[in-house]
């Protein structure tokens, strides 16, 4: 599954995996788009679901007025599909 992602990233359009897989899946696919902060994240259960920026919260620049707001964005955009 990873050499396929690096490989041909355009045959993946959902990947569903347990939670540690899931982690390690998806900062792979942070490195393949060059960033954590250009991912959305969707954790969805059978009855819930938690839509969130897949990067942290990164304090470092808090109030700065640099964030990128596209991991939110997407994982917005996800919600709403």
Known sequence: LCAGL???PQA???LVAPNCWGDI???LAGGVVGSLGLL???NVGASHALFEAAHG???????????NPASMMLSA???MR
């Open 77 to 79: 955009a996800m919600l």
């Open 12 to 14: 993946y359009d959902v």
């Open 25 to 27: 899946v998806s900062d």
């Open 57 to 67: 919260s990164a304090p470092d620049i808090a109030g700065c007025g640099v964030a």
């Open 6 to 8: 690096v490989l041909q």
């Open 40 to 42: 959305g994240s969707a």
